[in-house]
């Protein structure tokens, strides 16, 4: 069965650093691309990060110039390095996966999303 697996959440301070990952097999890199997207309690899904189809990182206005997205293919991983935290950026962080065909960044448009992995800020 094809999956997602994530790690790297937890709890740290305003201000402080995690970085996530996100595992996959083989076959879901070699057809799809993995994006971020994150949950808080009370709101929506929200899109965080993807690398458009040209190959360039995409961020959401919250937290462009603090998380930076990056994969390894060698590895079957991709990362999200998360800088300058805020308490507002505590939420369960999935990452998912859409065809290479696909050019929305829509929940919709993900075939295969990670068990999710907890980010905590406090204050």
């Known amino acids: 069965q094809e999956q997602l697996v994530e790690a790297g959440g937890g709890l740290v301070q305003a201000v402080g650093s995690l970085k996530l990952s996100c595992s996959a097999s083989k076959r879901i890199l070699s057809n799809y691309v993995m994006d971020w997207f994150r949950h808080a309690p009370g709101k929506e899904r929200q899109f965080v990060a993807a690398?458009?189809?040209?190959?360039?990182?995409l961020y959401a206005d919250s937290v462009t110039g603090r998380f930076t997205f990056s994969r390894d293919d060698a590895e079957n991983t991709v990362y999200l390095q998360m800088n300058s935290l805020k308490p507002e950026d505590t939420a369960v962080y999935y990452c998912?996966?859409?065809?290479?065909?696909?050019?929305?960044?829509?929940?919709?448009?993900?075939?295969?999303w990670g068990q999710g992995t907890q980010v905590t800020v406090s204050s």
């Open positions: 998912a996966a859409r065809r290479w065909s696909s050019s929305s960044y829509a929940p919709s448009e993900y075939t295969y």
């Open positions: 690398f458009t189809n040209g190959g360039r990182a």
